[in-house]
């Protein structure tokens, strides 16, 4: 006798798996925001970082050659990353750097759409060969010594990024 139906159980075994491989498939909707800021912030740090290594900005005919090292400037709940060329202390035209995949500049990036309340005020260049700078006033002087700590600050919880000395290594932490 040939059947031409599904049996009753058979049916609610197949919704039983497929319920159980769609909650097991289902991403999760829980953003941590917090993590997010954190990690573009480190990845515009390592591009920096890059950016210096790639361009280097040694001029002999410029005593103060060593303020257009590429740099990362935190202030408030944002940061800029740019090569300050003509020593003025500030983001002009032309000296932000671009983002790679959306070709916007780097610039005045606001981490309060991440819920950012804090960020550590920082500034922090790298040179030719992507050793990190906290002092910018001075050619070797300012090589930073102690790791670079940035921390990031939301309601959620905080994220710190550590920059080594001497490798310029890149860490994000979530204490």
């Known amino acids: 006798m040939k059947r031409l139906a599904f049996t009753m159980m058979e049916l609610i075994f197949v919704i039983i798996v497929i319920g159980l ?8 909707f829980n953003r941590d925001t917090v993590g997010e800021a954190a990690e ?23 005593v103060n050659w060593f303020a257009n090292r590429w740099k990362l400037v935190t202030a408030g709940t944002s940061y800029s990353v740019y090569t300050d ?23 005045a990036i606001n981490l309060s759409k991440f ?14 060969l992507g050793r ?9 002087g300012g ?16 994220a710190t990024i550590t920059v080594r000395p001497e490798t310029g290594y890149v860490s994000v932490s979530y204490p």
Do not use: C, W
């Open 85 to 107: 060329q003509n020593n003025n202390g500030a983001v002009d035209a032309g000296e932000a750097a671009k983002d790679p995949l959306t070709k916007a500049d780097i610039s």
């Open 21 to 28: 491989l769609a909650a097991l498939a289902m991403p999760s």
């Open 143 to 158: 090589l930073a010594t102690a790791n670079v700590t940035i921390t990031i600050t939301a309601p959620e919880g905080t």
């Open 115 to 128: 819920g950012v309340t804090a960020l550590t005020a920082t500034t922090l260049a790298f040179d030719n």
């Open 132 to 140: 990190p700078y906290t002092n910018l006033n001075s050619i070797y």
């Open 40 to 62: 573009q912030l480190a990845n515009h740090i390592r591009y920096a970082q890059h950016l210096a290594i790639v361009d280097d900005v040694y001029d002999d005919a410029n």
